[in-house]
T-cell receptor, first 112, second 113 residues
């Protein structure tokens, strides 16, 4: 069966510091991969998605970037965090074509 | 009009009650529909897919009305463990090649003893 791993679970970072969140999927190949952010009391916002190695689609202009260096690895990065980057970051995988997505445990990011 | 719209609640019901959630979507080309549940401070988890003919999974029944662009979730005999936020989810682009899902903001349910 497929599993998705995301770490760290919690992160506290100062404004202006860099960020790297990693997500890996096991038990499948060539999945679609997604990064979402959920701000407190708000809905899920799709940040990036990838349909293959090196292929990244950005959904909203922002301070963040994503990369997919390997088939089952998806990384979310920032060179300089802003206060507004705080939130609950979720990685997900899916087959596309209208199939459901499955989420990792999430990373709760606080910017001080 | 928002892409996926849900009543935010909160819904407070006693154990054993029947509760219904509604959702409307704006993209008439959407073809896939789901309900997820999200516990407090946790990730969303797939509860069930929603099929055109309606479908049931134990105490949960999902229905789809394409003409009205409306989805519903019915929970019978509510349990304390059903307390969560329920997210209505629709595939974003429609058609045969689509990668994105659009999530509603969710409806908060609290089941009381």
């Amino acid at each position: 069966s497929q599993t998705i791993h995301q770490w760290p679970a919690t992160l506290v970072q100062p404004v202006g510091s860099p960020l790297s969140l990693e997500c890996t999927v096991e038990g499948t190949s060539n999945p679609n991969l997604y990064w979402y952010r959920q701000a407190a009391g708000r809905g899920l916002q799709l940040l990036f998605y990838s349909v293959g190695i090196g292929q990244i689609s950005s959904e909203v202009p922002q301070n963040l970037s994503a990369s997919r260096p390997q088939d089952r690895q998806f990384i979310l990065s920032s060179k300089k965090l802003l206060l507004s980057d705080s939130g609950f970051y979720l990685c997900a995988w899916g087959w596309g074509a209208g199939q459901p997505q499955h989420f990792g445990d999430g990373t709760r990011l606080s910017i001080l | 009009r928002k892409e996926v719209e849900q009543d935010p609640g909160p819904f407070n019901v006693p154990e054993g009650a029947t509760v219904a959630f509604n959702c409307t979507y704006s993209n008439s080309a959407s073809q896939s529909f789901f309900w997820y549940r999200q516990d407090c401070r946790k990730e969303p988890k797939l509860l069930m897919s929603v099929y055109s003919s309606g479908n049931e999974d134990g105490r949960f029944t999902a229905q789809l009305n394409r003409a009205s662009q409306y989805i519903s979730l019915l929970i019978r005999d509510s349990k304390l463990s059903d307390s969560a936020t329920y997210l209505c989810v629709v595939n974003a682009e429609g058609g045969g090649s689509n990668y994105k899902l659009t999530f509603g903001k969710g409806t908060l349910l609290t089941v009381n003893p």
